[in-house]
C-alpha cells in the first residue's frame, strides 16, 4: 500500500521560506520521478516542482529560481524549499509520482502567505 505523507506547511508572511517534506513508503522510491504539486482554492491541480531519480529537476515557470527540490533516497523522502513566498503560493501542497497516480494523492500539507 502507498503512502505519501507532507509535512512543514503553515503560514508564513511574503517574503518568507518553508520547506515541504514527502515521505513515502509502499513503493520503491528511488526509481520513481517525484513531483510536487499543489492546488489553490477553484484553481487545478499544478506540477511545480519534479525530480527524476538521477536528480534532475524541471520547475514550472511560476517558481523558477524561487522553489528547490531535492530528494533523500536512503529517507525515501523527496523536499520542496521555498523562499521568497508570495500570496499567490497559497495552496495545498502534495507529493505524488510523476506522472501522478490517482491512487497515491496524500492529505497534502497548508501553505499560507499573506501579504
Known amino acids: 500500500q502507498v503512502q505519501l505523507v507532507e509535512s512543514g506547511g503553515g503560514l508564513v508572511q511574503a517574503g518568507g521560506s518553508l520547506r515541504l517534506s514527502c515521505a513515502a513508503s509502499?513503493?520503491?522510491?528511488?526509481?520513481?520521478?517525484m513531483g510536487w504539486y499543489r492546488q489553490a482554492p477553484g484553481k487545478q491541480r499544478e506540477l511545480v516542482a519534479r525530480?527524476?531519480?538521477?536528480?534532475?529537476?524541471n520547475y514550472a515557470d511560476s517558481v523558477k529560481g524561487r522553489f528547490t527540490i531535492s530528494r533523500d533516497n536512503a529517507k525515501n523522502t523527496v523536499y520542496l524549499q521555498m523562499n521568497s513566498l508570495k500570496p499567490e503560493d497559497t495552496a495545498v501542497y502534495y507529493c505524488?509520482?510523476?506522472?501522478?497516480?490517482?491512487?497515491?494523492w496524500g492529505q497534502g500539507t497548508q501553505v499560507t502567505v499573506s501579504s
Open positions: 509502499g513503493i520503491i522510491f528511488s526509481i520513481n520521478v
Open positions: 525530480i527524476t531519480s538521477a536528480g534532475g529537476t
Open positions: 505524488n509520482l510523476d506522472p501522478s497516480r490517482v491512487s497515491h
